[in-house]
């Protein structure tokens, strides 16, 4: 099983940018796809953007297709999201997730078999 470590959440006015990582460890990262969802209070999580593990397919939610980027360095295991012209209703926490070994990835979350602890994006207005 892959372990993931999210960074880079914090505080942030709307309009602004953050630059979220994922750190990955213990197999082969470029064996995996990767994703980012997202958990606001009182809502269900969902999914953000995704990465397959060849790293040429991306996947997008609508909310944030045109404003973010995913990408993924595999010399140092570790998977971006760039966010760019943040906005208030982007505020959750953000989650990092990798798939099965070799296995495609989307935005359903039953495609993803590994999770990061979270880290927390406020955008304020």
């Known amino acids: 099983q892959v372990q993931l470590v999210e960074s880079g959440g914090g505080l942030v006015q709307a309009g602004g940018s953050l630059r979220l990582s994922c750190a990955a460890s213990?197999?082969?990262?470029?064996?995996?796809?990767m994703g980012w969802f997202r958990q606001a209070p009182g809502k269900e999580r969902e999914f953000v953007a995704a990465?397959?593990?060849?790293?040429?397919?991306?996947f997008y939610a609508d909310s944030v297709k045109g404003r973010w980027t995913i990408s993924r360095d595999n010399a140092k295991n570790t998977m971006y999201l760039q966010m760019n012209s943040l906005k208030p209703e982007d505020t959750a926490v953000y989650y990092c997730?990798?798939?099965?070994?070799?296995?495609?990835?989307?935005?359903?979350?039953?495609?993803?078999?590994?999770w990061g602890q979270g880290t927390q994006v406020t955008v304020s207005a």
């Open positions: 997730a990798a798939g099965r070994q070799l296995s495609s990835v989307g935005p359903n979350p039953d495609t993803f078999h590994s």
């Open positions: 990465i397959t593990w060849g790293g040429i397919i991306t």
């Open positions: 213990g197999r082969t990262f470029s064996d995996y796809g």
